[in-house]
């Protein structure tokens, strides 16, 4: 079994800050992609940052210029520092990972249960 773990979320201040962690275990043979993604309140989730096993990162513009996604393949974590929060930051956030299990010769993505993020006076 794969299981993503989320930690880090809570209650913000705007502009605040906070960093996600989630870490993938279980039987895990190889990680592609990992990233983030956000739901709002009544809406769909949407991209947050993903970045790949060689580092390449993708950034949706609304994380442009106040989070950055970085990850530490050696012990299958991926991090999210959030700065300058806004209320509409609000939500929870998701870690997804494309990955090979050790029983499975094919990739498949994962998702965590995800944290809640408030940012709010």
């Known amino acids: 079994q794969v299981q993503l773990v989320e930690s880090g979320g809570g209650l913000v201040q705007p502009g605040g800050s906070l960093r996600l962690s989630c870490l993938a275990s279980g039987s895990i043979s190889s990680i592609d992609a990992m990233g983030w993604y956000h739901q709002a309140p009544g809406k769909e989730r949407e991209l947050v940052a993903t970045?790949?096993?060689?580092?390449?990162?993708n950034y949706a513009d609304s994380s442009k210029g106040r989070f950055t996604i970085s990850r530490d393949n050696a012990k299958n974590i991926v991090l999210l520092q959030m700065n300058s929060l806004k209320p509409e930051d609000t939500g929870v956030y998701y870690c997804?990972?494309?990955?090979?299990?050790?029983?499975?010769?094919?990739?498949?993505?994962?998702w965590g249960q995800g944290t809640q993020v408030t940012v709010s006076s």
């Open positions: 997804t990972a494309v990955l090979k299990q050790y029983e499975y010769n094919t990739w498949r993505r994962y």
């Open positions: 970045i790949t096993s060689d580092g390449s990162i």
